[in-house]
């Protein structure tokens, strides 16, 4: 059935839509493709979160070299990206929740809500990492 | 489609597995329900991994091996791969459109989830019980 339509499609080409690039940036499909992206991330956070896992099975070694990795410059940059990737997906997941509940859809406030999201995300990242440095005495 | 008189197939049938016959929204409704699980769960995993920010190979271990950690961890993990796994399968639905990658991804999305799941179970089971 694909082929016989894309065939089809060949044969007599169908008018196309504008896409992506005629359109101007807008806030809510920024908001949008972003929330695929950090899920995306996330996902490869997921399994990192199994290597740590792992590491902490196989024994103290192995858990040791995985958190020197982690106090690395690279490690630190990977575990500072799945935190922002994490506080966004989780603010604009719950913006989701309430558009599938019917609030919050008229374009003034999603716009306000996306906004929002932005800026929690922001401050709860940044109060994650003064927490996380606290803990580890950098204060 | 619906309402075609010359079909063979009843109304019933042709209804079941629509939205209006109340099925087919599985995904939509996994998705959602495992998004609003993990809300809370979510942030109690990260707000314990910050908490256990620079903790050595002692400090962690005891933390896993306490049963509401073993428990809620590994609650939190199925749901999480649960969720990742229908976000993922609907990124490969719309932009993978060649047929034999988009059909093998498809495959191995939740047969790979699965597998995670089981190996961060039985990682966080040695750990609790090697002592």
Known sequence: MAESQSSGAKRHPRPLSPHLQVYKPQLTSFTSILHRFTGIGLSAGVLYLLCWLLAAAHGAESFDRLQDFNGSVIGRLLLFAWSVAFFYHLLNGIRHLAWDAGFGFELPTAYKSGYAVIIGTAILTVAAWVIGYFQMGAF | ?131
């Open chain 2, 1 to 131: 489609m619906a309402g075609n008189s010359n079909s063979l197939r009843s109304r019933l049938g042709q209804a079941r597995g629509l939205g209006s016959a109340h099925e087919g929204v599985h995904h939509w409704w996994g998705q959602r329900m495992s998004a609003l699980a993990l809300i809370p769960l979510s942030l109690w995993l990260v707000a314990s991994l910050v908490c256990n920010a620079g903790a050595d190979y002692a400090v962690v271990s005891q933390w896993l091996s306490s049963p509401f950690t073993l428990g809620a961890l590994g609650l939190t993990i199925l749901i999480t791969v649960y969720h990742a796994v229908l976000g993922l399968q609907v990124v490969v639905e719309d932009y993978i459109h060649g047929q034999p990658t988009k059909l093998i991804l498809l495959i191995l999305l939740p047969m790979s989830g699965v597998a995670l799941v089981v190996a961060a179970i039985v990682s966080l089971l040695m750990i609790a019980f090697a002592g």
